[in-house]
Structures are given as structure tokens and as C-alpha cells.
């Protein structure tokens, strides 16, 4: 526990300067947006990573949104689940939903800042200390 602690707190020290960041959720060519609140609101709350938008839905299934969203909103780092690979669909949907001509746009594409967050541990297992940890881990590496 205490190792957790303290490599969120390292981690919230290190994103304060990252900019605002949008997590998204792919499953079958649709998208979802999470934000503070929310079952994925750990990025925000926790981890302290500017939301690239205020009110989004804290529903189970969070926000659908559109790459016309994501232009819009613009986040500087764009977070990524893709649902598909944990369900057993084709792994890398995610890549092909956001690879359009709008995404490309935003300075999250701009800027390579797209981070797929490992599946597994956020749509499975979220939440448990082993999947916290792997999370601040995968994200402290960027």
C-alpha cells in the first residue's frame, strides 16, 4: 500500500505539467468518454490528470461521443480502453476508430500523446491494488 501511495503522489507531481487528458473506451466501432466521477474517473481524481472536459455522464457506460468530440475537446494526451481485446473481438479496434482525418487533428494525435491503457487491467480489474499499481506504472512511463 505504501508503495502505491507514494508512486501516486510521484505521478500526480509529474502530470501537473502534462496538460488536460480525455479517456475514451472503444468497443465495436463506437466510442465512450469518461470523466471525473466516473468508473475510470481514477485518471482525474487520483492520478490528477486535467480533464480535457467538465460533465461528462458518470453512467457505467459513460459519454458517447464522436471524433467530432474528440476534435472539439482536443485533449492534450488522449487515453485509450480498447474493449474489444478483453471481450474476445478483433485486438487493435481502438487504433482503427481513431485513425481519421479529425482525431488526426488534436493535439493528442499531434503531439504522439495517445496512450492505450493496458485493457485488462482497467476494464477488468480496475480498481483491485494490482491493477492501481499497473496503472500509475503505465502512465509514469511516459
Wanted: charged share 20%; aromatic share 8%.
Amino acid at each position: 500500500m505504501a508503495k502505491l501511495e507514494t508512486s501516486i503522489a510521484n505521478l500526480r507531481q509529474e502530470i501537473a505539467k502534462a496538460g488536460k487528458g480525455l479517456l475514451v473506451l472503444t468497443t465495436v466501432g463506437k466510442m465512450s468518454a469518461y470523466g471525473p466521477g466516473s468508473r475510470f474517473g481514477i485518471l482525474h481524481s487520483e492520478f490528477g490528470i486535467v480533464p480535457a472536459v467538465e460533465g461528462l455522464a458518470t453512467t457505467n457506460h459513460g459519454q458517447a461521443v464522436s471524433a467530432e468530440f474528440i476534435l472539439k475537446t482536443n485533449p492534450d494526451w488522449l487515453f485509450v480502453i480498447d474493449r474489444d481485446v478483453v471481450v474476445g473481438r478483433d485486438g487493435g479496434a481502438a487504433k482503427k476508430v481513431l485513425d481519421n482525418e479529425l482525431v488526426a487533428q488534436t493535439t493528442a494525435l499531434k503531439d504522439d500523446q495517445v496512450v492505450y491503457l493496458d485493457p485488462v487491467e482497467w476494464y477488468l480489474f480496475g480498481g483491485g491494488l494490482t491493477a492501481l499499481q499497473a496503472g500509475v506504472d503505465q502512465i509514469a512511463k511516459l
